[in-house]
């Protein structure tokens, strides 16, 4: 059974007397440990889509089953809990607290769990040298380089050691060896971690790095590309299919 | 539980200065406005139903009910009450029977100067130490009958705008040219007297050419008011009025109640004027902040832990103010003397009086910034994440 389900998935948004479609019955499985990333051009529903699968939006048609729950179905509170316990979040403007170190950012979302203040250490020290910025736990966000932030942002994603991590452009704003040093990090949360990646990317380059590129336009899926990964070769499926498996 | 950490309120106390420095401003103005309100408010209450004595009663003309002032009674009430009213209190042979003139008189520095203000004049005999035991003797002795002797109240300096020295003992005061020496200075704290000056009745009788009284005051042992009322209903020729002195400052603090609604309204006013000025500058901060409070949600926190954290961040500003606020007021306000037509007192700077500054400010910093974080929150997730 794929980990995250989408069946008939819609967004709507009225505008005035008229709506807005950002997606569009949209079908789409995908597998356990997969490294995805999502293109197509602005207003594709990009956004849209990695914000249903992250919880922090509900859809207005169809169903989301993400580890066999129906998370379309669930509350406000409750969807702020599931948020905190399956997915990580990066952002493309990292979103750090600035008012926080980086130690306090990776923090934050531990003190959503029952875990021991010796726990929470722990695990904040694991992920900041995970993403090489152990040395850097009392810099605010303001004395980070956006490399740096970015990475900060990742630890923060990955500490409660969620299931998905989704990334909405997490590269748009670094230059290249930033962004480098970035992708190859979520690469490693993909391959050594076994983290489900599902990414937004404007960039062909970056996502190279996927195991996978969906395409969306206008709310629909309109081909994939299966990737293996790093060797070029590129498989393309009928769109109405849109499995990433 | 899911809370947000408490650095990140005090943390975010720091990131506007300016705002900071309002929100703290804001809060000193409310505490001091609310503690100096109700500090007056509390002070005139209590002077005026201090004034009165449980078991004392008032015959005073009838139809001047309302104020002892404009009243004129027979000089021989008092001997007429003393010898027909049942169960009057007396002791070592003098009975508690007090008559009075009660005069706002003009008093002068000098024999041909101008008056400095106006004071209550008491009229008195050594009975009216017994009626009013609230009264006591600080320096000095109480003035001889027939002399043109006074002795002056603790807060008479107040009412009169005069320095408390130039009204010592052995200093003079001129009324109407006439010159009356102070042999004495009392206190009778929480009361109207506290602002009086006493003087011997025959003197002030001579002052006002007059040669009734203004009223009767008796304390009563074992008679009840009803022994007073059958007394004035039986003596119809002497057309007189009988009120317990309890109810005649009731009636006096009924009077005051426009004052201090005004105090209040004024206090309310102010302090909403504040409390407006204040949130537009929450709703500025906080606006900034919406990307941040939608990353916060996003990584699972409740709109609950935020709405907390910014309260707390706002309650640490305006508990400093409040702070600030209750120390202004014991420095300043503390022993402050008002003055009203009925005399003057002394503002009541207790711990209820502070604590309810402190309430008051702590309680805006609560009430303002509740608004500005809904405000805040009001965006879906999704779009607060797209804020700038
Ligand atoms: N809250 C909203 N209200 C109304 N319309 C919205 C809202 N959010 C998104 N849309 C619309 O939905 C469409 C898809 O938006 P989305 O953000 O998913 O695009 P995207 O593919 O991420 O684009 P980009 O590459 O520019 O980030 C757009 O046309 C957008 O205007
Ligand atoms: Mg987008």
Redesign the pocket.
């Known amino acids: 059974m794929p980990l995250i389900e989408c069946r008939q998935l819609s967004k709507t948004?009225r505008?005035g007397a008229g709506t807005?479609k950002?997606l569009d019955g949209l079908d789409l499985d995908i597998d356990a440990g997969r490294f995805l990333a999502l293109m197509?051009?602005?207003?594709?529903?990009?956004?849209?889509?990695l914000n249903l699968i992250a919880g922090i939006d509900r859809p207005s048609e169809g169903a989301l089953t993400i580890g066999g729950q129906n998370i379309a179905k669930l509350s406000r509170s409750r969807l702020a809990a599931w948020r905190a316990d399956h997915v990580g979040y990066v952002f493309q403007l990292y979103n750090l607290v600035p008012v926080l170190t980086a130690y306090e950012n990776v923090e934050l979302p531990l003190l959503l769990h029952k875990l021991t203040r010796r726990e929470r250490h722990e695990r904040v020290a694991t992920a900041l040298s995970l993403v090489g910025l152990a040395d850097r736990h009392d810099h605010y966000p303001r004395q980070l380089s956006g490399g740096q932030e970015q990475r900060v942002a990742i630890a923060r994603a990955i500490v409660t050691d969620p299931q998905i991590i989704v990334a909405?452009?997490p590269t748009g704003d670094l230059d290249k060896p930033s962004a480098h040093a970035v992708m190859e990090l979520l690469c490693r949360l993909n391959s050594e971690l076994n983290k489900t990646l599902i990414m937004?990317t404007?960039d062909a380059a970056t996502a190279e790095y996927a195991d996978q590129t969906l395409h969306?336009d206008k709310?629909r899926l309109v081909e994939h590309s299966v990737q293996a990964a790093f060797s070029g070769e590129t498989a393309t499926t009928r769109p109405e299919e849109g499995a990433a498996r | 539980m899911r809370n947000l950490p408490f650095e990140y309120a005090a943390r975010n106390l720091g990131r506007s200065p300016l705002r900071l420095m309002i929100s703290v401003v804001g809060s000193v103005l409310v505490v001091v406005l609310a503690t100096s309100a109700f500090a007056f408010v509390r002070a005139m209450d209590r002077s005026l139903t201090g004034s009165a004595s449980e078991d004392n009663v008032i015959l005073l003309g009838a139809g001047s009910e309302e104020s002892i002032e404009r009243s004129e009674i027979s000089a021989s009430v008092a001997s007429q009450a003393q010898a027909s009213v049942f169960g009057i209190r007396s002791e070592a042979g003098k009975a508690f029977v007090s008559p009075e003139v009660h005069a706002a008189l003009g008093v002068a520095l000098g024999p041909d100067a101008e008056p400095a203000g106006q004071a209550v004049f008491r009229g008195m005999t050594p009975a009216a130490f017994a009626v009013h035991p609230q009264v006591r003797l600080t320096k000095g002795r109480a003035p001889n009958t027939g002399a043109d002797e006074v002795i002056v109240g603790a807060l008479a300096p107040t009412r009169l705008g005069v320095d408390d020295e130039r009204l010592s003992v052995g200093e003079s005061i001129w009324v109407d040219g006439r010159a009356l020496t102070i042999v004495g200075r009392f206190a009778a704290p929480n009361t109207v007297m506290d602002a009086e000056v006493w003087v011997p009745l025959t003197s002030i009788q001579t002052l006002t050419r007059r040669e009734g009284v203004s009223c009767v005051v008796l304390t009563l042992d074992e008679g009840e008011f009803a022994d007073v009322d059958l007394f004035v209903k039986s003596r119809v020729d002497l057309e007189l009025a009988a009120i317990p002195e309890a109810d005649y400052y009731d009636q006096l603090n009924a009077f005051y109640r426009p004052v201090k609604m005004m105090v209040w309204i004024t206090a309310v006013l102010i302090g909403i004027g504040g409390l407006l000025g204040g949130l537009n500058t929450m709703y500025a901060a906080f606006a900034s902040r919406v990307r941040e409070v939608g990353t916060l949600q996003s990584l699972g926190f409740p709109r609950r832990a935020v709405v907390l954290s910014f309260v707390q961040e706002s309650l640490l500003a305006s508990a400093a103010g409040a702070v600030i606020g209750a120390l202004i007021c014991l420095l300043l306000l503390d022993g402050v003397s008002v003055r009203f037509s009925m005399g003057a007192f002394g503002l009541l700077l207790d711990g209820p009086t502070v604590g309810f500054g402190i309430a008051a400010g702590v309680a805006l910093g609560l009430i303002g910034a509740v608004p500005p974080t809904l405000r805040c929150l009001r965006l879906?997730v999704?779009?607060a994440l797209?804020a700038t």
């Open positions: 948004y505008k807005i950002p197509g051009p602005s207003g594709s529903g990009k956004t849209t889509l909405d452009e937004v404007h969306l709310g | 879906p999704a779009e797209k």
